[in-house]
């Protein structure tokens, strides 16, 4: 696939700095470091911003390490560490999607 602007969102902004996030379900890691991925984007990072990176195969923290005001370049701050989910323990209390109920210290809720 391609570059998808309206998933592209800025988390907090401040001093010329941005940190935004980018969710995609369609693209794979590989495919969003790749050359050329965020040059759509190029009106809207900047070098140094970091992006939240959450794909079809795994989340990643990424860097924009150039921009020269056509081609936007990035790079995991992470290296190709996958960022693995916590585990779920198997008498933890699920919702409808199957995701875990957190207490609110974020730990999964137990049967009882």
Avoid: C, K
């Amino acid at each position: 696939m391609a570059f998808v602007p309206n998933n592209l969102a800025v988390l907090s902004y401040a001093a010329g700095f941005t940190l935004w996030t980018y969710a995609t379900v369609e693209d794979s890691v590989g495919a969003v470091l790749g050359a050329g991925y965020f040059d759509d984007a190029r009106t809207y990072v900047r070098a140094d911003d970091l992006i939240l990176l959450n794909a079809a195969d795994g989340a990643r923290i990424l860097r924009v390490v150039a921009h020269d005001g056509a081609r936007v370049s990035v790079a995991s701050i992470a290296g190709d560490v996958p960022i693995a989910p916590p585990e779920v323990p198997g008498e933890a209390i699920l919702d409808e999607a199957g995701n875990p109920i957190l207490d609110e210290a974020g730990a999964p809720i137990l049967q009882g």
